[in-house]
């Protein structure tokens, strides 16, 4: 199929079940044995049946098992897995008994695979799509509830940048406001990791209900979010018990969003002009504080 075999596991992961999480498990933690493992014996390690494991590479989109091994044994080769080999760990590998050196390998290598991911998880065509939006979008709204607030405030300041007609709210019952007023010639861009937040997917119906665009960004293909958004870009990460604030997942979204924020900066004039004068405005204000705290003397 010639597919990258352990990036479609890392970014169809949370829509496996229990049991095929179990199976995608095993075969990231184990994957120069798993390449030489039959089914039955893939079956036996993981403590589940055949017909499980079936289901589970039938989710990878693969109908024989020979085909799914053939692809697994091309990957490792292709990823040098002799120097890789069972280094690159899982969050849910970190224990409570690690030490910070443990804990700093182990991030740093989630880390760097989620990034790594990145290009086979996002659609250029979707960027392309994305990015037109922007261009010809009267306002752009950017939300995100609880953490994800976060990167749309940093989201937002980068826009602002480029000279658009941006919105950003924190507060949820400001944000519907902002939401229920935009119109078709408006894009409503919502981020959420797990696409199921209460005041995301309202936002979300209320742009959609005048006629808005609304691009989705996050990590879940089958969130509510994923199915409502007009045009929807994934951020996919695996979860753990020491990563509850999606921190990984939340670099990966600041990544897409810099693509899109390129982009748009790069392609249109008047976004490279707005840059330049903002940059001369934050370069004025840095120049005149040096100058007065040289003197001595300091603004109020």
Same mark, same amino acid.
């Given at each position: 199929m010639g597919k990258d075999l352990f990036t479609e596991i890392r970014v169809k992961y949370n829509t496996l079940s229990k049991n095929q999480k179990q199976v995608a498990n095993y075969i990231l933690e184990h994957r120069s044995k798993c390449v030489r493992m039959t089914l039955s014996e893939?079956?036996? !390690?993981?403590n589940l049946s055949e017909t499980t494991i079936i289901r589970f590479i039938n989710k990878l989109e693969y109908t024989s098992y020979q085909d799914f091994r053939l692809d697994m044994a091309q990957d490792l080769s292709r990823n040098d897995v002799a120097e890789m080999g069972e280094t690159q760990k899982r969050y849910d590998e970190i224990k409570p008994d690690d030490d910070t050196e443990a804990i700093k390998e182990k991030v740093i290598s989630i880390a760097s695979s989620a990034i790594c991911d990145i290009s086979k998880l996002v659609d250029t065509q979707k960027?392309? /799509? !994305? =990015?037109?939006?922007?261009? /010809?979008?009267?306002?752009? $709204?950017f939300f995100g509830a609880g953490g994800s607030g976060v990167i749309a405030t940093d989201v937002y300041h980068k826009f602002l940048r480029c000279?658009?007609?941006? #919105?950003?709210e924190n507060n949820s019952h400001i944000a519907l406001i902002h939401a229920a007023q935009l119109s078709e010639q408006d894009l409503l861009v919502l981020i959420s990791h797990e696409g199921e937040s209460k005041e995301v997917l309202e936002c979300c119906k209320l742009a959609q209900r005048n006629g808005a665009r609304v691009l989705g960004l =996050? +990590?879940? $293909?089958?969130?509510?979010?994923? /199915?409502m958004a007009d045009?929807? #870009?994934? +951020?996919?990460?695996?979860?753990?018990?020491?990563? =509850?604030?999606? $921190?990984v997942s939340r670099l990966v979204q600041l990544v897409i969003m810099d693509?899109?924020? #390129?982009?748009?900066?790069?392609?249109?004039?008047a976004a490279q002009k707005a840059l330049e004068a903002s940059r001369l405005a934050t370069r004025e204000m840095k120049l005149r504080n040096? =100058?007065?705290?040289?003197?001595?003397?300091?603004?109020p």
């Open positions: 893939l079956g036996k !390690a993981c960027l392309e /799509q !994305a =990015t037109k939006w922007m261009e /010809q979008a009267r306002r752009i $709204m000279g658009k007609n941006v #919105i950003n =996050t +990590s879940y $293909m089958n969130s509510d979010l994923a /199915q045009l929807c #870009i994934f +951020s996919s990460t695996n979860d753990s018990a020491y990563y =509850t604030d999606a $921190m693509m899109l924020f #390129i982009s748009l900066s790069t392609r249109a004039d040096e =100058t007065e705290e040289g003197n001595g003397c300091f603004a």
